[in-house]
């Protein structure tokens, strides 16, 4: 009787088993649900999803799980998350439908069906203010017999995201000796916000600062009010153009007093993160002198980043700036070329 009473009952294990998990999960915290298409279930919280890998929270892991986005196969949330949709924006919650579409929801109101794919970006409305920060340290130190070179760097950055803005600043610090040269110095920093107003489209406003001795640049800042757009936006990738003005102030080594113009400008950025481990970054920045259009700018970055485990990754950085009317003496195009290894979180 007892073997019989097993073999009636072993079809009910498995929805026992996942009852008593999703009790256990909303005991621990929310009970947000993930599918794999083995079959395999994951219950906890999910904390975000951005740049094509998910971050849960689950009672029985020591640290949270991070998964391919498009390795799930279902996915049902108990609260409401910002989801961004390719060009469109909404507080709701997920659930997978029978024919595997994705609704995007609300009580009864379903705002938006689509695949999973077309899903780009999710976080939680009320987590916490370090689940929205985001930081990045890295050192790098270069040396070689040949006329003793010594050169170390520092990059730091850190960025924090609401719900339809977001916070960033980023340092840069170069300083490199030489025998029979001089010490050559570089430093920049910049501080952003974007704000998203409509679909894809956004307000920037940025401040950057830069000392260069190669060009001869004893101080630059430059004061930017934009409009971007996010031309394309995917799990993989992502592509913007920003157009804007600029004031401009300026003071040279061989100057004593600054100078203070206006400069229109064009952006772009392009950024692949989900090429297996490696991330490319390339922005360019294109500055017109205003009114004569007698001089133009550019910056140009280039970032390769490999991800190592425990957050750790190496570095492979070009950044190129020229100018059509340098300051006496300096040179119209000077470039860095480095490598470091930071630590993000």
Same mark, same amino acid.
């Given at each position: 009787m007892c073997l019989k009473f097993l073999q009636i009952n072993h079809t009910c294990i498995l929805p026992v088993f996942l009852i008593f998990l999703l009790s256990f999960s909303n005991l621990y915290g929310k009970s947000d649900t993930l599918v794999f298409d083995n079959g395999n279930m994951l219950v906890g919280e999910i904390k975000s999803m951005q740049k094509g890998v998910l971050e849960i929270d689950a009672p029985y892991g020591k640290s949270n799980f991070k998964i391919e986005w498009l390795s799930i196969k279902e996915i049902y949330t108990e609260s409401k998350f910002f989801i961004y949709v390719e060009t469109d924006i909404y507080f709701a919650r997920l659930a997978t439908l029978p024919d595997q579409k994705v609704k995007i929801f609300e009580g009864d109101s379903?705002?938006?069906?689509?695949?999973?794919?077309?899903?780009?970006?999710l976080a939680?409305?009320?987590?916490?203010?370090?689940?929205?920060?985001?930081?990045?340290?890295?050192?790098?130190? /270069?040396?070689t017999r040949a006329q003793n070179?010594?050169?170390?760097?520092?990059?730091?950055?850190?960025?924090?995201?609401?719900?339809?803005?977001?916070?960033?600043?980023?340092?840069?610090?170069?300083?490199?000796?030489?025998?029979?040269?001089?010490?050559?110095?570089?430093?920049?920093?910049?501080?952003?916000?974007?704000?998203?107003?409509?679909?894809?489209?956004?307000?920037?406003?940025?401040?950057?600062?830069?000392?260069?001795?190669?060009?001869?640049?004893?101080?630059?800042?430059?004061?930017?009010?934009?409009?971007?757009?996010?031309?394309?936006?995917?799990?993989?990738?992502?592509?913007?153009?920003?157009?804007?003005?600029?004031?401009?102030?300026?003071?040279?080594?061989?100057?004593?007093?600054?100078?203070?113009?206006?400069?229109?400008?064009?952006?772009?950025?392009?950024?692949?993160? /989900?090429?297996?481990?490696?991330?490319?970054?390339?922005?360019?920045?294109?500055?017109?002198?205003?009114p004569d259009?007698?001089?133009?700018?550019?910056?140009?970055?280039?970032?390769?980043?490999?991800?190592?485990?425990h957050d750790i990754f190496l570095r492979l950085g070009l950044s190129l700036n020229y100018d059509s009317q340098p300051a006496i003496g300096a040179s119209e195009v000077d470039y860095v070329l480095g490598t470091g290894i930071g630590w993000s979180w």
């Open positions: 379903i705002f938006k069906t689509c695949e999973l794919d077309k899903i780009v970006y939680p409305i009320n987590d916490k203010f370090k689940d929205r920060l985001d930081v990045s340290i890295e050192v790098g130190l /270069d040396l070179l010594r050169q170390f760097s520092t990059r730091f950055s850190l960025s924090y995201r609401s719900e339809k803005s977001s916070i960033s600043t980023l340092f840069n610090s170069l300083r490199s000796s030489q025998e029979n040269t001089q010490l050559i110095l570089r430093n920049n920093g910049e501080f952003n916000y974007r704000h998203i107003f409509i679909n894809q489209w956004y307000i920037v406003a940025t401040f950057a600062g830069l000392s260069n001795t190669e060009q001869r640049i004893d101080i630059r800042t430059n004061t930017q009010l934009g409009l971007g757009n996010y031309i394309y936006s995917s799990n993989k990738a992502y592509w913007g153009l920003n157009f804007g003005m600029n004031s401009n102030f300026e003071r040279f080594e061989s100057e004593t007093s600054g100078n203070n113009n206006w400069e229109s400008y064009l952006g772009t950025e392009l950024n692949l993160f /989900d090429v297996g481990d490696i991330n490319l970054l390339f922005t360019f920045k294109g500055y017109t002198s205003l259009f007698n001089r133009f700018r550019s910056d140009i970055n280039l970032d390769f980043k490999y991800d190592f485990p």
